[in-house]
């Protein structure tokens, strides 16, 4: 007999195989974006919002980390604490991540506390090494910064069209020591464009999601 958790596991699989990220992820933030994206749209079916329900227990290490899974009010969310620890359990073993110990969160019954280790790192390009911008090389290491040139290409001097957007992050142009000034997502086709200059704010042709 096929248990719940089975149930589930095969459910996501038809319902999320197409829809799951590379399994290349930009830093931790990134990790942590595409997991709560993926609760929400595949566990809430609230693809819409950005509520986080994942989040970072303690400070990371190199590539291990401990996960705070907050189930809490699922009444008012829309799903069982079961089912949302086997969602992200289910988003980690497609990723290739391991589970090492899950446990109960000490003083906060809404939360566990999943143990992982083996997130997939991408490989630091050697430019990246010889930054003489110390900020940005920490930044680029620990993912409080994307390089453009690794989720995009350059279709003009200056302007990249990106093959995602992750908000929350600093934007930069590593090999130029420049960071991009603002990005937008175009109210067409959907593609997000990121410059090193202000053009997307207050553009009536894009929606800008990112300035500085």
């Not at 809430?44 to 291990?64: A, M, N, W, Y």
């Not at 957007?165 to 991009?180: L, M, R, S």
Request: aromatic content about 10%; glycine content about 8%.
């Amino acid at each position: 007999m096929i248990d719940r958790t089975e149930r589930l596991a095969t459910e996501m699989v038809r319902q999320a195989a197409l829809n799951l990220p590379d399994k290349t992820f930009l830093g931790w933030r990134d990790f942590l974006h595409k997991l709560n994206r993926f609760v929400n749209e595949f566990v809430r079916k609230q693809p819409e919002d950005p509520l986080e329900f994942v989040t970072i227990h303690g400070e990371p290490q190199e590539g291990s980390a401990i996960l705070d899974v907050y189930s809490g009010d699922s009444e008012r969310h829309g799903f069982s604490p079961e089912k949302l620890l086997n969602g992200v359990r289910y988003f980690l073993g497609e990723m290739g991540i391991n589970i090492e110990a899950i446990q109960q969160k000490p003083g906060e019954p809404d939360s566990q506390l999943v143990t992982v280790s083996g997130i997939s790192k991408y490989e630091e390009p050697e430019h990246h090494k010889t930054l003489k911008n110390q900020w940005m090389r920490r930044a680029l290491q620990s993912g409080d910064a994307i390089d453009v040139e690794q989720i995009g290409v350059e279709v003009e001097p200056g302007v990249f069209r990106l093959t995602e957007f992750t908000p929350g992050i600093q934007y930069v142009v590593a090999k130029d020591e420049t960071f991009i000034y603002s990005i937008g997502k175009d109210n067409e086709s959907g593609e997000f464009l990121a410059a090193e200059d202000d053009r997307f704010y207050q553009n009536p042709d894009y929606e800008c999601v990112y300035l500085i």
